[in-house]
């Protein structure tokens, strides 16, 4: 570690620059290839599904089980970070990930592909994806908005690099050795990995502290009986030490998986409308490339719709964030989230009408608009509907459970152009999940903010209401009355049975 993480005291502010900027860097390259490399390996989809004589829903769970799994790790992954910091985590990740794309260029079958690509690979992203977000946070305090759009950039951008490299790996080595070179190239996550130096260096001599004392432990030990034997109360203290720890153990447990969340009529209603959108929402990209050559356009050419899509969603996000962050839009930002993901819908059911590149290259653009818009608001709406303190648990709830309809929706859109052999059925599936996706979160937020609004309309009006006051101590005072009343009234019952207990007592 450098000189400025040495003089980082045990309670120092996160820096805010220096080896920040590296940082973000190296998570940019993370998140990059955690978000755009499911969608990028679409390129090779025809050739492998040609390859193998496989149908369209077939090859689609290889990008399915990618994207489920790189979600659905979300939770492992951040106890991981939690235990072991990001670098170690983050440079198995990106081990992982080359370990699955290099096996994957010798699979002989296409079970072998869903392990390989699906889990390895969707695993090693999974491990990249969490602890880049979560070391921005310990570097960065008051610029952490722009070290995040920077980071977060990197989907965009990595999704516009890797689709004309892809195909010019597959002219030039086939799709196998495109496999074996991808493998190679997300090893370079090991390398931002390495770049995640650990903030908090002061904590060192601790560790060291605990290793001197356990050296010194079993010469100890036999005090340590003496005295057990001795104060039988001091074995009980520990134990009852042992059951406090249980019970933090509980406690970390219940930060990632807070299931009163479930009680949260907002969270119900993201999380409803949620899992409906996901299962219209990655299947156009995966499909868009395979049916630009389906319809006979050439393979750059089909390549490049998918990099006019990363631009346009490069500009997408950073001007959605500006716009949702307005003091118009930010106190209904749910209603845009809504507006959004129809959006989204619509420009999916007007994609059949698209005939020739030009209607494909117009769809892309409406498309990376609508696709950046979402993916801006996707979190911050969740984190707007149960607060910054419960959002960690949220978020995992939420990908543990989206994860189902993410690994779903590709092969359910794969099922229907081999079922009617058009892609066009594809499309107005997704566009109409979508549109309802959209209408139901509009529909229930408003119910929600109108019951919020009651709520705490009811809450005001018992505090300020002076009659409710009044009431409510007028009958505690009754109340003090009538008790001091019967107190009275029973008082020769109580003499009576005073004598009668010593009559008793004299007999």
Request: net charge neutral; with cysteine; glycine share 10%.
């Amino acid at each position: 570690p450098g000189p400025a993480m040495r003089r980082a005291g045990p309670g120092a502010s996160p820096p805010d620059g220096a080896w920040g900027w590296v940082v973000v860097f190296g998570a940019f390259v993370s998140i990059g290839f955690a978000y755009a490399f499911p969608k990028g390996i679409a390129i090779f989809f025809k050739e492998i599904q040609d390859f193998f004589g496989t149908s369209y829903s077939e090859i689609a769970w290889v990008s399915s089980i990618t994207l489920a799994t790189t979600y659905g790790a979300g939770p492992i992954s951040s106890i991981l970070v939690n235990r072991y910091g990001s670098r170690p985590v983050v440079m198995l990740g990106g081990l992982l990930c080359g370990i699955g794309m290099v096996s994957a260029a010798f699979c002989t079958s296409i079970l072998q592909l869903y392990i390989c690509v699906g889990f390895i690979t969707g695993f090693g992203l999974a491990l990249n994806l969490q602890p880049s977000v979560i070391i921005i946070g310990k570097y960065f305090l008051k610029r952490r908005p722009i070290a995040n759009g920077l980071a977060m950039a990197g989907s965009p951008v990595m999704l516009c690099t890797l689709a004309p490299l892809n195909q010019f790996l597959f002219d030039n080595f086939g799709w196998r050795g495109s496999f074996l070179i991808l493998g190679a190239v997300l090893l370079n996550c090991c390398v931002a990995g390495a770049l995640f130096r650990p903030i908090g260096v002061a904590k060192e001599p601790g560790k060291n502290q605990m290793v001197e004392e356990e050296k010194e432990a079993p010469k100890e030990e036999v005090t340590k009986v003496s005295i057990e034997m001795s104060n039988p109360t001091h074995a009980s203290a520990e134990t009852k030490t042992e059951e406090e720890e249980e019970k933090d153990c509980c406690e970390k447990i219940n930060q990632y998986l807070d299931f009163s969340l479930f009680k949260h009529r907002g969270f119900l209603i993201y999380l409803i409308g949620n899992v409906l959108m996901f299962l219209g929402f990655f299947a156009p990209i995966v499909f868009l490339a395979p049916y630009a050559k389906h319809i006979g356009i050439d393979e750059y050419s089909a390549a490049f719709l998918l990099s006019i899509l990363a631009i346009v969603d490069m500009i997408a996000r950073p001007a959605t964030g500006i716009i949702a962050n307005s003091k118009w839009v930010r106190p209904r930002i749910q209603y845009f989230f809504s507006f959004s993901i129809a959006f989204n819908g619509a420009c999916h059911l007007l994609c059949p009408l698209a005939s020739g590149y030009t209607g494909l290259v117009i769809y892309s653009i409406f498309f990376g608009l609508a696709f950046g818009m979402v993916c801006a608001m996707l979190f911050e709406t969740l984190m707007d509907l149960v607060g910054a303190a419960r959002f960690t648990s949220a978020v995992g709830l939420v990908t543990i459970v989206e994860c189902c309809t993410i690994l779903l929706g590709p092969p359910i859109g794969g099922t229907l152009i081999d079922t009617f052999g058009d892609y066009k059925y594809m499309f107005i599936k997704c566009g109409a999940v979508m549109v309802l996706a959209g209408t139901f979160l509009f529909i229930m937020n408003y119910y929600n903010y109108r019951m919020l609004a009651k709520e705490e309309k009811e809450r005001k009006a018992k505090e300020e209401d002076p009659k409710i006051v009044r009431t409510e101590n007028e009958g505690r005072s009754n109340w003090n009355k009538e008790t001091q009343q019967d107190g009275h009234e029973l008082e020769p019952l109580r003499d009576e049975r005073e004598g009668l207990k010593t009559e008793a007592n004299g007999t």
